[in-house]
């Protein structure tokens, strides 16, 4: 059975400090996996995807990463805006549906 | 562009009631699908529509759940009858590609209490 399993389960972070967040997959045969952003109250919204070991992708202050097992969402010189929840999600070949895991709940002090 | 909306944004019924979630997706997207977040847990599958039809439904979880789309527009789902454990955050997403990488916009939810 497909699983994901991301840590830590909640972060508190100083403006400015930078850390990642990890994603651990088992995944039979991984088709692509993605990054969400989740405020309170509201749905998640996409950030990455990403399909082979070796891919980075960047948006602002955000990178993410993949190996063969795990992803890491690596967060610099963070601000309080970026304090949300962060989904990471696998998706196996064919067209089969996406498996969340439960999130890193992450929040930016000033 | 208008985003994914979701009806009501919370409801609370009794156990044994009958509750109807309607979703609209983003106009132009044939792609809809449902997902469920229970307390504590992960966000799941549900079920997958393509235009009116169900793709794949494998994550339904009982008979008491219908889901449909009219004319392969809005869709709805119903719990009948709704059990304690039905409690959680409704999802809805739509995407205008056939296949789940492409990225899903979801709404923001139906928060289901079942007392």
């Known amino acids: 059975e497909d699983q994901v399993t991301q840590s830590p389960e909640a972060l508190r972070l100083q403006e400015g400090e930078s850390s990642s967040l990890n994603c651990s997959y088992t995944v039979s045969g991984l088709r692509g996996l993605f990054w969400y952003r989740q405020d309170p109250g509201k749905g998640p919204e996409f950030l990455f995807t990403?399909?082979?070991a070796g891919e980075e992708k960047e948006k602002e202050r955000l990178k993410a990463t993949l190996t063969k097992k795990e992803s890491f969402l690596h967060i610099t010189a963070p601000k309080p805006e970026d304090s949300a929840t962060y989904l990471c999600?696998?998706?196996?070949?064919?067209?089969?549906?996406?498996?969340f895991g439960k999130g890193t709940r992450l929040s930016v002090i000033a | 562009e208008a985003g994914v909306t979701q009806f009501p944004s919370h409801s609370v019924i009794e156990k044994g009631q009958t509750v109807t979630l309607r979703c609209d997706p983003i106009s132009g997207h044939d792609n809809l699908y449902w997902y469920r977040r229970v307390m504590g847990k992960e966000i799941k599958f549900l079920l997958h529509f393509v235009k009116e039809s169900k793709q794949d439904e494998s994550g339904m979880p009982n008979n008491r759940f219908l889901a449909e789309r009219t004319g392969g527009t809005y869709s709805t789902l119903k719990v009948q009858p709704a059990e304690l454990e039905d409690s959680g955050v409704y999802f809805c997403a739509s995407s205008q590609e056939g296949w789940f990488g492409s990225p899903l916009h979801f709404g923001n939810g139906t928060r289901l209490t079942v007392t």
């Open positions: 990403l399909y082979s």
């Open positions: 999600a696998v998706q196996r070949p064919g067209n089969t549906p996406l498996v």
